[in-house]
């Protein structure tokens, strides 16, 4: 069975969504950032990397949240979490999943992480006062460009939306007014009514 | 046919190298950062974020090197540079190319691109002084845990392969001492004695 390691309040959320949207038989483990647990000699033998999440699967384990997003569409293509068999349709999807990781996460990491790419605490201010204009660029970037409508890719539901679902989440956090990015609340608030996102949070905030 | 959009000493390279790998067909264009030209209305009209590599596929343009990596293999599936039948092996292939974007490379970008999260000269020289640091880890972590060699995944060249290779060209520029890390500069070593590296290379430094 698979299992998924996961911080509530962390990315981990996009790849739970997806593993319900799934009708995935997993189980879901916690893994706690105030003890420092993703730092334990027995989470880094999952996950070198000291991050969630990681899926521990049959064949070995995997992380990257788009890449296991990926790989929850493939293994289960009855749910149609991804076109599968389109290169260029699923190259889309990986597009606006890459865009998330590498532009958008790491534009919000800088309001609480900055450790990991500074030392002083000045610079520390400095990042965190940049948050809502790196953050507010990224959100209209996907307001004006990339959400189709209903869902992300248009009228398919993906394995996108359960991941701009959970960044979006934080959006508030980072000093970002929702009210500016109609499109996107509207997103946002579809996806929180769906059964799958429900029990995903539900499961991380029941402890 | 293919088009590919591109800067030199960029992550570009990734898919120059990945295109002449899968025997494509496709013109390079140049895309000139000295002129601010990633930012000039005819390529916002291609790519709306400002950034290279872009790839003009006769159904649409795709952006983002893990998606237009993933995208080329899947297109030209004789070329084998990935392993398309197997979603457990194709998703390391993705992790290692996700973990590239979202961490080795914004590690990368901290020296130079300090503007993009912060605003003060005092956050970019803190922002500097950290990258050997930042990259050097980065490095540790691939050397220790993800080069299987004699390519990234094994026996079997893949898409992480030139992705690999394209950011370790930065390696002494980010002050990390290639010496360090002999399996990674064996594979960068490696990688340059491949006539598509070869190619790309001549073709990007051609003007």
Redesign the interface.
């Known amino acids: 069975m698979l299992k998924l390691y996961y911080t509530p309040g962390t990315c981990a959320l996009a790849s739970h969504i997806a593993l319900e949207d799934a009708g995935a038989a997993f189980e879901a483990v916690r893994i706690s950032f105030k003890t420092n647990e993703q730092n334990s000699p027995e989470y880094l033998a999952i996950n070198?990397?000291g991050r969630v999440p990681s899926l521990v699967?049959d064949?070995?384990i995997?992380?990257?949240?788009?890449?296991?997003l990926?790989?929850i569409a493939?293994?289960f293509p009855a749910a149609q979490l991804a076109p599968l068999d389109d290169?260029?349709a699923?190259?889309?999807v990986?597009?606006f999943?890459?865009?998330l990781?590498?532009?958008v996460?790491?534009?919000h990491a800088?309001r609480m992480r900055g450790y990991?790419?500074?030392?002083?605490e000045?610079?520390f201010v400095?990042?965190q006062?940049?948050v809502p204009k790196?953050m507010g660029a990224c959100y209209r970037?996907i307001e004006?460009?990339m959400l189709r409508g209903p869902w992300v890719m248009g009228e398919r539901y993906t394995i996108c939306d359960p991941y701009l679902f959970t960044l979006v989440q934080w959006m508030e956090g980072d000093s970002v007014n929702p009210a500016d990015f109609p499109r996107i609340r509207d997103h946002f608030e579809r996806m929180a009514e769906r059964a799958s996102v429900r029990k995903a949070i539900a499961e991380e905030t029941s402890r």
């Open positions: 070198p990397k699967t064949r070995g995997l992380t990257e949240t788009p890449a296991m990926a790989f493939q293994s290169p260029f699923f190259a889309e990986q597009a999943n890459s865009y990781c590498s532009t996460h790491i534009a800088h990991r790419w500074a030392s002083e000045t610079s400095d990042m006062r940049m790196s970037m004006q460009n």
